[in-house]
């Protein structure tokens, strides 16, 4: 999938055409590959550690819907929503695989609509959020986002969201070692970076700082900690290099479980994961 390619991962969006594109080849080039399955596992032990069964969560970007079946697994109602129709399909097929469909309700509906949620359910009714893998690096303006949620959680309420890192130590270095520094330096460009997902479809991806996106989500959100995903693992596009060196991945993924959290190392990540609360 060109999408690893051009930019790494990117997890539903809220553009519905360009992510149909790549809805059935989605899992077979990042969830079930070395580098997806390392970076997503590092995701969800923050999950499990945040979300309870019994809670109700509203997953935005949900893609194929991995994340959303894995907290129906432990017990926790979900709503996931994606732009992408294609994306609904292969979430709803693979909750119909695994045994839970009917326990997470799919939904399209793209990340700029959620408000209509708020006119259908009552105010403050999801536990938490998630958005997972650079979804939100999609949206124009997350100062829209941070109002709809907060219309539509609990105070004291936990949003876990995923952004793709503003520098990727990876990245540079790879594009550095093939003498194209631009590329290693392209997360930096003001007004973000055309991604071409597949032949003839591009989208517009964003990489703001953390200090951006925490003032973007300020007047009802609190930063309450910070995770690099894939400070060691490198970014999915490096897959050929992983399925080479598999213990090597092995080890990688160990020690991204400790350089995650250290300062400054921990943002020089492939991703970023920022978690916020709700404030009253």
Known sequence: ???????????????????????????????????????????????????????????INCGSGVDGIHLASRGVTVLACDASPRMI???????????????????????EELATLAGREEP????????????????????????????????????????????CLWEFLWYLAQGRPEKGFRRFRGGGVMARLTEGVTLRVHYPSVHTIARALAPNFRLRSLKGIGVAVPPSYLEPWARRFPRTLAFLARADGQLGRCPLIRRIADHVLLTFERRS
């Open 124 to 167: 403050a009714r999801f536990d938490g959020a998630l958005s997972n893998f650079a979804g939100l690096n999609c949206v124009e303006n997350l100062g829209d986002v941070s109002g709809t949620l907060a219309r539509l959680l609990r105070p004291g309420a936990t949003a876990l969201l995923c952004f793709f890192g503003r520098f």
């Open 1 to 59: 999938m060109r999408t690893t390619a051009a930019v790494g991962t990117l997890e539903g969006s809220s553009v519905a055409a360009p992510f149909d594109a790549v809805a059935e080849t989605y899992d077979r080039t990042f969830t079930n590959s070395g580098i997806g399955v390392a970076q997503r596992k590092a995701v969800w032990r923050e999950l499990d550690r945040t979300f309870t069964a019994g809670q109700r969560i509203l997953e």
């Open 89 to 111: 399909d292969a979430a709803r097929r693979n909750a119909s695989q695994g045994g839970f469909e009917g326990r997470v309700e799919f939904r399209v509906l793209a990340t």
